[in-house]
């Protein structure tokens, strides 16, 4: 059993214009006995505006504000009450859902679009303005899609979304709206693209790619960074503010090792890009580098970035501490550390909860109730994150949650397996405040 957790306040989070209701929610389990059921689990992910989405072997379920119908549910929205089922009749490999649009990748390499179309971001090929339900991208021949993402903003009538597809092969296709030139089609090309159409990467094969809202990640199997896009605020991390057009290494002080071709010592195998700032994460050594800019530290360095100029590409110091899997908004990381009940680790602005965080420096945070490996899937928005747990948790509590005074059977809601179950468990007024953060 897999169970799905929310954790802090979605309604801080919301599209604008979209009130959402709950502050600490649990928001059902799946397993093969009810009707969410995923099967084999697949993932989770939050999408600018407050969409929230689980998806396995049995599809994708989905749940927000669907205020562009990027959900690919229909004309429903809001969808607050319940999570809904996504019907594709596909084993569903990745998931980018985003303010205007969401892509999704099957597990066969197929690609499919829905929401808000007007500046090519759904790669349907023409000026579709809106789709209600997903449709499958039409991808040049041989080519199998393995990892989605999307650049969009949480702004209602902003629309600068784009959209990436990375196959198998380590290429990547881009579509949608091209300012900043951060589909990586060539230098200084600046014309939106309606299907996908090629990045300029000749030569290089990515593994992992990550969106942000004006500029793209991405690592390749050797663990070297590359970047695109828009350079302003340093978030290219490649010593001036200038654009790109073309994929570029992004040079992190790594000291490179010899051998059939050079690769570098420590090898980056997992990118994260936001609006002002970018994080590399090497999982065998557990590193975690950054830069760009970052006024609530986002970077984790300190006063680096945080005023003047951006910050070039530095280490983040967690000491003795190695870093298996992170996740960041705008504001804020949380990074899980390797040894299983170690903890994890948080930086930047932070708020879920009862957890409140501000620091410029990484803080070693509450100790993980459950062991690391049971944590299957996490994602962090603006003032709550989503949280996907193996065999559901003991007492009804999430990893980033601190225990709390336990409550009488009768004030347990039975979970439903369509329904979002809203304050469960409230705290009584006497609860003791949470343990004081350590460094």
Known sequence: MVGIYVVGDPSKGAEEGVEL???????????KKEVVSVGEFGGVAIGEGGNLVVFGEGGMFACGPNGAKQL???KQAPIL????????GRVVRSVAPGSHHSLLCSSDGGVFSCGRGDGGQLGLGDKTKHVTNFQQIILPPGVIAKQVSVASSARRFENQSASYILTTAGACLSFGNNNHQKLGLGAGVT?????PAPVAHEGVAFDKISAGKHHVLACDAAGFVYSWGSGDMGRLGLSDKKHRGIPTKVELGIPLIDGDKQ???VKIDAVVARETFSIALSTASGAVFTWGFGTRGQLGRGQAGTRGEPAQPGRVDLGAAKI????ANDDACVAFVQDSLAGHYVWGQLELGDLKI???EPIASLALSTPLENILGFDLAPSYAIVALQNDIPDKRTALEPPID?????????????AVVTDLNPAPADRPAPPAATV
């Open 72 to 74: 690919g549910v229909g």
């Open 324 to 327: 298996a899997r992170l996740a």
């Open 406 to 418: 336990e409550q009488p059977p009768e004030k347990l809601q039975k979970l439903d397996a369509s």
């Open 358 to 360: 501000g620091s410029q």
């Open 81 to 88: 009450a319940r999570w809904v089922s996504v019907q594709l």
């Open 21 to 31: 209701s709950g502050t600490s929610v649990v928001v059902g389990c799946a397993s």
């Open 263 to 265: 690769s570098p010592a």
């Open 191 to 195: 014309t939106n693209a309606w299907a």
